[in-house]
């Protein structure tokens, strides 16, 4: 990893899906106060459990950071109550806007929807993230996802919300600098929490791959050395080495760590390059 790569590693967040308390605490053990955790809303949690995570997250001396899935609330007024809770049970402060799976169960048929109902102003959850694909979206096209893009920002920005962009997960680093690139060239210079996966084992990564249709990626992996390493492990830092070295053109990144192989192993591979990066810095 260059030395480019170490200063851009210096600040992260970390994803999660359904830690458990033992993990919280261990994370506890190992990152700074106040970075920044994802929680993950998947169909078999429900919100009372994901309330639960973000307030021992709080505890542990982190900052929770919720998905809200905008297709899941029944009703404004159910909206309204889990909002509450996570603020006064967890001080939750950001939250991650998405649609979601499935057709809408209630009045909310995406993450606009959300930002626009003014819940989360009213709620003084006031840094949302919205979601980025630099592989694309295997629903939805190009353009509409940048038009969507550009609606979020505007009706973020018009109602007084700090807006960052969280991406899919991608293995390709040439992929990602794309996407980044044609979002800086359309006008939108948002910070963006760049998703890659932490070390994780290559049969691990393709079962993700496959399940969330990040296809380009996929024929990454499955292409030259890689398919004869099935049985290794692989990391970031190709992703991490590219966008250190063109931060003067893509702008405010920082690298947004999925924990496919386990939340505690990925928090240790970010803490220490973290603390690679501030030693260099400190020399």
Avoid at 33 to 46: E, K, N, W, Y
Avoid at 136 to 144: A, E, L, M, V
Avoid at 212 to 239: D, F
Wanted: proline share 5%; net charge positive; with cysteine.
């Amino acid at each position: 990893m260059t030395a480019g790569a170490d200063s851009f590693t210096r600040v992260f967040s970390l994803e999660a899906t359904r830690p458990t308390a033992a993990e919280i605490a261990a994370l506890a053990g190992i990152l700074p106060r106040g970075t920044r955790l994802f929680l993950s809303a998947v169909p078999a949690q429900d919100f009372e459990q994901h309330v639960k995570l973000a307030a021992l997250a709080r505890q542990a001396g982190l900052e929770p950071v919720a998905h809200l899935p905008a297709r899941r609330f029944v009703s404004a007024a159910q909206f309204n109550q889990v909002l509450a809770r996570f603020r006064g049970e967890a001080d939750l402060r950001a939250a991650l806007v998405i649609a979601g799976d499935g057709a809408p169960q209630g009045p909310f048929a995406d993450a606009l929807a959300l930002i626009r109902s003014g819940a989360l102003q009213r709620a003084d959850i006031l840094d949302i993230g919205v979601t980025g694909y630099p592989e694309g979206h295997p629903q939805i096209t190009d353009d509409r996802l940048a038009a969507a893009m550009h609606d979020k920002i505007a009706e973020g920005h018009g109602s007084g919300l700090k807006l960052q962009i969280v991406s899919q997960f991608s293995f390709a680093p040439g992929r990602i600098l794309h996407w980044l690139r044609v979002l800086r060239a359309q006008g939108v210079l948002l910070p963006v929490r760049v998703g890659m996966a932490g070390p994780t084992s290559i049969p691990a990564l393709l079962r993700f791959a496959k399940r969330c249709g990040v296809n380009g990626s996929l024929r990454g992996l499955m292409s030259g050395a890689a398919a004869g390493l099935l049985t290794g492990s692989v990391g970031p830092g190709r992703i991490i080495d590219a966008l250190a070295a063109a931060r003067d053109e893509i702008g405010d990144v920082a690298p947004h760590y999925f924990s496919f192989g386990g939340v505690v192993e990925t928090a240790r591979y970010a803490h220490e390059k973290a603390a690679i990066a501030d030693a260099v810095t400190a020399s």
